[in-house]
């Protein structure tokens, strides 16, 4: 019973996590108008959408009595992903036929046609099967002008990559995107973490007066918000940056050029923010890890004759892989999918938007064409879960198997 | 000459005074054994020499040079921990290079080495293998190996052997007194094992407190403890006290005793400051009793252990006093049953 219910909740929560991860990739795989016009749960099971086909296209005026084709490969002929396939299940006729109440004139009407009824269209028979083929037979060979005709076809489930190749390759902007935010993002994961795990071994264990006031001082500051910091760190940026560029003027002949600005916006400023932000919970996490490593292994070392910066390498290092696996997911996550830091900081340059804020940029511009926010939101997506996988074989169970009792 | 000598060594951890004024030589060659009770200081006094804690106050010196401002690594020493501490990352092999690598010694050089060491502790055989993939007793030879290959002039183990079984304790043990012999290096070992510390010693020191209670060889601190809790603490089952009163022998080293309805005389009396009258303790070994219908130390059997080797019996006199008789005879005595036993004086002692 309680067993029960416990899957119950477990799968719902996974499907509550899952769902909008399905959403985004079904609806990123779909065309456009599919996308546009049914939800993307509908894209699972055939479902019975509005298609416009020509009879023929225009200046094939060969005359003939009967012309036979197929209703596919008319809707087919000009695309080569998301083929229409399925059942028609009728075509809704518009035009004018004899009417009953007034022998001598005619009324438009607007009616469904089933597979096998035959249907007036330019004075000639149209009939049509539910698997597409059609035949239009008229009295006299003749040649009749185009029609189209809106056919309701009950449509075979259809993905393709056209909105990926789009959005990759038909302009540069989610490169650009993908470029710079790696430029940001990997940079800013491998600073805090360097810096943080000497700081969390000095810590852990070495002695010096003031070091646990000092540790409570830098984890306390950790609940300092990024967004208090924003004006006082850009000032601190436009500072540096006039700083730089006078330098710059003295020091080089860039006034020739018009090239001194340095711009206080950049990606270092976003690699210091970052390594900023990131430094307090990276320590607390690492000094953590470290300090509760085996002692005995430390004093080994110390006997053995290792320097503290040897047993930082030799020892601390390799025996603490899966917490700096795990910090480095948790900055490499936070900086990737940050926008607020990246649009106050972050170079404006429209080339060296990080991914987010091209998203952003992207809800105005594509607006409605959501097979195409969703393909570039799905690529932001796979970046994060191409590194958690690959940095998942680091979180090691028993990495200090054998090196100490019951270890 | 590679001796350690303390001397007025004190260490104290902000309040707590966990050695007091420790004087102390071994000599070279030595097999030291630090044993007391958890907590008396033994391995805080290792780790001191070793230089894993300063000293608050006093000298050490290792082969006639003062060591306290040299790091562990300067010392000369090289130290086998309870836990093993082996790195865990590493093969046996770069586990026992570790050391000479830091030093700067040549890759032939350390393979001759390691491959030396490996050879004594007949573990060739498991160079390549990582610390996780051995058990026990071979882990415990790593870390051994691991103290060898540096070649130090004094061994240290912190209680090498508890974190093994019976069994393998017990060749563990054989294998280090075989070392011992075959290096003949000083050696100081810690264990709160008194059997360890009988067999492998020359030389005991017991602490309780953080002071040296007494110094000495196995069988001197056995036949001569120099007060009631080194009697107390070596020798199993322990020791049985009775309370009474000096009746002779004052200021000498033979004393009189009278108490709980025993009364003995020509018994060796530790400390020549009682006086004639003055509460004192009898001590006996279990083993030092024997069953005697007219002895005068008469108990009721509350428990009979048969160990198959040694019969042990927890009696209770008629006063309330527990005590111990071991024999290495196998007894038909029951649980409730009455039995008398008397002593001989000359193995009897005044605390």
Not at chain 1, 22 to 39: H, N, P, Y
Not at chain 1, 389 to 395: E, W
Not at chain 2, 74 to 93: C, D, E, N
Not at chain 2, 192 to 201: R, S
Request: aromatic letters at 10%.
């Amino acid at each position: 019973m309680t067993r029960t219910f416990k899957h119950v909740v477990l799968a719902l929560i996974v499907v509550i996590w899952v769902l909008p991860f399905v959403a985004l990739v079904t609806t990123s795989l779909r065309s456009e108008v599919a996308s546009k016009t049914s939800g993307f749960w509908t894209a699972f099971t055939p479902t019975e959408l509005g298609h416009r086909f020509g009879t023929h296209d225009r200046g094939e005026i060969e005359p003939f009595v009967t012309m036979s084709g197929n209703i596919f490969e008319r809707l087919n002929k000009d695309s080569d992903s998301f083929e229409v396939e399925g059942d028609v299940n009728s075509i809704l006729f518009t035009g004018r036929v004899p009417d009953p109440e007034n022998p001598e004139k005619t009324k438009l009407i607007r009616q469904l046609i089933y597979p096998g009824e035959p249907m007036d269209v330019r004075g000639g028979d149209f009939v049509f099967e539910s698997n597409g083929d059609f035949t239009w037979t008229f009295a006299e060979a003749t040649a009749p002008k185009p029609k189209n005709i809106d056919a309701f076809i009950e449509q075979n489930p259809v993905f393709g990559t056209d909105a990926y190749v789009e959005v990759l390759f038909e302009n540069k902007n989610v490169p650009n995107a993908l470029i710079a935010s790696f430029i940001v993002t990997i940079p800013a994961t491998i600073i805090p973490i360097t810096i943080a795990a000497f700081a969390a071994y000095a810590f852990a264990w070495m002695r010096f007066p003031g070091r646990d006031w000092l540790f409570v001082l830098v984890v306390s500051l950790m609940v300092v918000p990024t967004q208090l910091a924003f004006l006082p760190v850009l000032q601190g940026f436009s500072g540096i940056a006039s700083w730089a560029t006078s330098l710059n003027a003295w020091m080089t002949d860039c006034e020739a050029t018009k090239t001194c600005q340095v711009a206080s916006k950049s990606f270092a400023s976003l690699w210091v923010t970052h390594t900023a932000f990131g430094l307090p919970l990276a320590i607390y996490l690492l000094r953590n890890y470290i300090v509760g490593l085996p002692k005995e292994l430390l004093e080994s070392a110390r006997i053995d004759g290792a320097s503290h910066l040897q047993i930082f390498t030799k020892l601390i290092i390799p025996l603490s892989v899966p917490a700096l696996a795990s910090f480095s997911i948790f900055q490499f996550l936070w900086v990737w999918n940050d926008l607020i830091v990246a649009l106050y900081i972050g170079p404006a340059d429209s080339a060296d938007l990080v991914f987010p804020i091209r998203l952003q940029k992207q809800l105005g511009t594509f607006k409605d064409q959501l097979h195409l926010l969703n393909a570039s939101a799905v690529i932001s997506i796979i970046v994060p879960v191409i590194v958690f996988l690959s940095m998942q074989r680091y979180f090691i169970r028993g990495l200090l198997a054998g090196s100490v009792k019951g270890g | 000459m590679a001796q350690v000598a303390l001397k007025g060594v004190n260490k104290s951890f902000g309040n707590v005074h966990v050695i007091r004024d420790v004087d102390l030589q071994i000599d070279d060659g030595e097999f030291a054994v630090f044993v007391g009770p958890s907590g008396c200081g033994k391995s805080t006094l290792l780790r001191l020499i070793a230089g894993l804690e300063t000293i608050s106050s006093g000298e050490i010196s290792i082969a006639d040079r003062a060591v306290m401002d040299l790091p562990p690594s300067k010392r000369g020493i090289a130290m086998v921990f309870q836990s093993y501490a082996l790195y865990p990352h590493m093969t046996v092999f770069h586990n026992m290079a570790f050391s000479l690598d830091l030093q700067g010694f040549s890759k032939a050089e350390i393979h001759e080495r390691v491959e030396a060491a490996a050879k004594i502790l007949q573990m060739e055989h498991l160079l390549d293998r990582k610390p996780a993939a051995l058990s026990g007793g071979q882990r415990q030879r790593v870390a051994i190996g691991r103290a060898i290959v540096r070649n130090p002039d004094v061994f240290l183990f912190d209680e090498p052997l508890s974190n093994l079984d019976a069994a393998l304790r017990h060749d563990t043990r054989v294998e280090i007194a075989k070392l011992h012999n075959q290096l003949g290096a000083t050696t100081i070992y810690v264990t709160h094992d008194q059997v360890e510390a009988m067999t492998l010693a020359d030389k005991i020191v017991v602490l309780k407190d953080g002071e040296v209670m007494q110094v000495g060889a196995p069988m001197e601190l056995f036949n001569f403890p120099a007060n009631e809790f080194v009697a107390g603490f070596l020798g199993s089952p322990k020791m049985n006290f009775f309370d009474g009163v000096l009746t002779g022998g004052a200021n000498t080293d033979q004393g009189g005793f009278h108490g709980e309805g025993l009364t003995a005389d020509g018994v060796r009396l530790v400390g020549k400051t009682k006086a004639i009258g003055d509460s004192v303790r009898l001590g006996i070994r279990p083993q030092h009793l024997t069953m005697d219908p007219s002895g005068q130390l008469k108990g009721r059997a509350t428990l009979v252990e048969n160990l198959g080797t040694e019969t042990v019996i927890d009696l209770t006199s008629d006063n309330g006093t527990s005590f111990r008789f071991a024999s290495p005879e196998s007894l038909d005595v029951k649980t409730g049953q009455e039995v008398s036993f008397s002593f001989d004086p000359a193995t009897a002692h005044i605390f």
